[in-house]
């Protein structure tokens, strides 16, 4: 039984311009479920393990069974169900990068977190509040309460106020969404903050700010998470056991509604996670 996180859209350059191509024509990327065999190389599973993991060299999620690495996979943890495991490794992984590619986050940092109320953006609260810092989260009115409870001190309804007209200064922001002018961003960013982009459709902008700041001068840094999949699981499951992190789950769907859930996740309303049950 294989239990998958729902995925974003296709992204054409990697999946197919006019169609997907023939080995990836299956969404889902992110997978729990029980070993049912392995290859003879496989050193670190045996049939009738319960993993969790990332599948988004090849996708192919959304099915009975999946075909994939030993290293995109680490053992499920103890105290999560298949639906909660399957809603971890992208989502976790790229908050675990939006915080950590900038440095590391000394305690009592101003964080905005630009998306929080989706599934990267639950996760970004938490692993931000474990830093002790002290976290802004920005998304639709409907979404503030699951901000709140995933522990964010201030939360704010886009709809009503643009944080990026505040008074407010922050040190690091993490962009789930990308949305804004960098000039916008730059308004409202302490004098040596970071902005780390892990979504959204301005990625050229954030990729020349470094070569800009060589002749400006500008001591604030801009990045983008693209580590690849399966950052941090390991850390990630231990958090996981030891309570002190928890994903998100809107709605669990089956199999056989995945068209549903897709439709679903594309209106935006969404809080948290969206998963695909077998």
């Known amino acids: 039984m294989w239990t998958q996180k729902l995925c974003r859209r296709t992204v054409r350059p990697w999946y197919g311009l006019l169609k997907p191509k023939r080995n990836r024509r299956i969404l889902g990327s992110d997978i729990s479920g029980t070993v049912e065999a392995v290859g003879p190389l496989v050193t670190r599973f045996r049939p009738g393990d319960d993993v969790f993991g990332d599948h988004w060299d090849n996708w192919g999620g959304f099915a009975e069974f999946v075909c994939t690495k030993e290293t995109a996979m680490e053992h499920k943890p103890q105290n999560a169900t298949f639906e909660q495991a399957a809603a971890v490794p992208q989502a976790g ?26 599934g990267v953006g639950t996760f970004a609260i938490q692993l931000a509040k474990l830093a002790d810092a002290e976290v802004t989260g920005v998304d639709a009115g409907h979404k503030l309460d699951v901000m709140r409870m995933a522990g964010s001190d201030h939360v704010i ?9 505040s008074s407010n200064s922050y040190d690091l922001i993490i962009d789930c969404q ?18 780390v982009m892990v979504g959204g459709k301005r990625i050229l902008p954030v990729l020349m700010q470094g070569p800009l700041a060589r002749f400006t001068g500008e001591p604030r840094t801009f990045h983008l998470a693209i580590d690849g999949p399966n950052i941090g699981l390991t850390e990630m499951k231990e958090l996981i056991e030891a309570d002190k992190l928890y994903p998100v789950i809107d709605q669990t769907y089956p199999l056989c509604e995945v068209p549903d859930a897709m439709r679903y996740f594309e209106d935006g309303r969404h809080k948290g996670k969206i998963v695909i049950s077998i």
Not at 97 to 116: D, E, F, S, W, Y
Not at 160 to 165: G, L, N, Q, S
């Open 93 to 118: 992984g790229l908050a675990m990068q939006g915080l950590r590619t900038a440095g590391q986050l000394p305690p009592g940092q101003k964080v905005l977190i630009n998306g929080a109320g989706g």
């Open 157 to 165: 309804d886009y709809a009503k106020t643009d944080f990026t007209e």
């Open 178 to 195: 990308c949305n804004r002018p960098m000039r916008n961003y730059k308004r409202v960013m302490a004098p040596d903050g970071a902005l």
